[in-house]
């Protein structure tokens, strides 16, 4: 049985009451489902609260964003070593950092080393601009994203790690990327993925889907080849939605 990952980037939404609430809603209303895998990346000062909150068989955690560096003198960061125990996973290299606040593939391959030092699975996030795509560069930026993002893994390091594709067009524009232009990133992933490590590592590792996805929108991506589920952010906040689209992912074949 092939489990769909679902992932709900609230991003800096919901204060800490609104995101206990509404989880406390979505717990009502999400089935657990052996097939599917919710992961939910709330604000990092929530984490631990909800943590405390949530049946992990029925959710796991997601740190948005967190420092490459376990401890020292770095006044307002977080680093994922203290978040063991609180997260399953970590998003890298999301387009909003990389482009709002600037992070290069240097500090994106550090933090996908610190997730994997701290046993928490890293979600790298990689995508194109829409003007990388006019430029017919797609390809491109996907291999350098992916090459520095995972240059200093090892394959055994590179089994957990979750592949998020999102063109950066398609990221809360409303305007989602083709089936078969997924399809086709997504085989660029794999065949980079291949290079990079081996051929079972490329086919065992889950690449998803993010830009605008709705629960219309969610079916067509899920059943398109090689996809292994989603990243959703707008939709994620709405609880009718977001409902559906983990629904529809447990009915996918
Ligand atoms: P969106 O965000 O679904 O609002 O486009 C997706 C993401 O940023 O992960």
Not at 112 to 130: F, H, M, N, Y
Not at 163 to 168: K, L, R, T
């Amino acid at each position: 049985m092939n489990k769909k990952l679902i992932v709900a980037n609230w991003k800096m939404n919901l204060a800490m009451h609104e995101s206990s609430l509404y989880l406390h809603k979505l717990a009502k209303a999400v089935p657990v489902k052996r097939n599917v895998e919710v992961v939910l990346a709330p604000s990092t000062f929530t984490l631990q609260s909800l943590s405390l909150q949530i049946n992990r068989r029925q959710f796991k955690l997601a740190a948005q964003n967190f420092y490459w560096r376990d401890s020292g003198a770095f006044t307002g960061e977080v680093s994922i070593a203290q978040l063991r125990g609180i997260v399953n996973y970590g998003l890298v290299g999301h387009s909003e950092r990389r482009h709002i606040f600037n992070e290069t593939d240097k500090d994106i391959r550090a933090k996908v080393q610190a997730a994997v030092r701290s046993k928490i699975d890293p979600i790298l996030c990689v995508g194109e601009t829409l003007f990388d795509r006019a430029e017919g560069e797609t390809r491109d930026v996907l291999v350098d994203q992916l090459v520095g993002g995972l240059a200093n893994i090892t394959a055994e390091e590179a089994k957990n790690c979750v592949i998020a594709y999102e063109p950066v067009w398609a990221i809360g524009s409303g305007e989602t990327a083709s089936p078969s232009d997924v399809e086709s990133a997504v085989k660029i992933i794999r065949q980079q993925l291949r290079e990079l490590f081996n051929a079972k590592i490329a086919k065992e590792v889950r690449v998803i889907y993010g830009g605008s996805v709705d629960a219309e929108s969610a079916g067509a991506f899920l059943d398109t080849p090689g996809v292994d589920g989603l990243i959703i952010g707008g939709a994620s906040l709405k609880l009718d939605q977001f409902v559906a689209i983990v629904g529809r992912a447990a009915n996918t074949k």
